[in-house]
């Protein structure tokens, strides 16, 4: 467990999975593989200044990191999510740096998560 996360979150995040620690690690491999994908897509969405794509990306993205409680990456997609809705992508730049950032940060966390493993698989 990494130790910018708090016992009580990882608590939290493993009664979500139903106290499995290998689905846990699991969905935990499942983000990290498309957090890129993700990233890649919001970004495609700014540069080409499609709010629609926007809205979709940023929307799924909060969604994945929500099973995390990872707030930061939650609130900055919410944010561009909110932008492309509304077609506001001026401002985009400040959210995109922040999402960029807070994913970073996930990433390391995922990557704790996926490596733990329930006792009984271990021989």
Known sequence: MSSEQPVDTYERI???????????????QILIDE????????HRAL????????QRAAHSLKGAASNFEASAVVEAARRLEMMGRDGTLETSLDAWNTLNTASHG???LLQSYAIQRSPSLEH
């Open 14 to 28: 493993l009664i979500r999975m139903g106290g499995d620690v290998e689905l846990l690690s699991d969905a935990a």
């Open 35 to 42: 957090l890129p994908r993700y990233l890649d897509a919001i």
């Open 47 to 54: 540069k080409s200044g499609d709010a629609g794509a926007l």
């Open 106 to 108: 996930l990433m390391r």
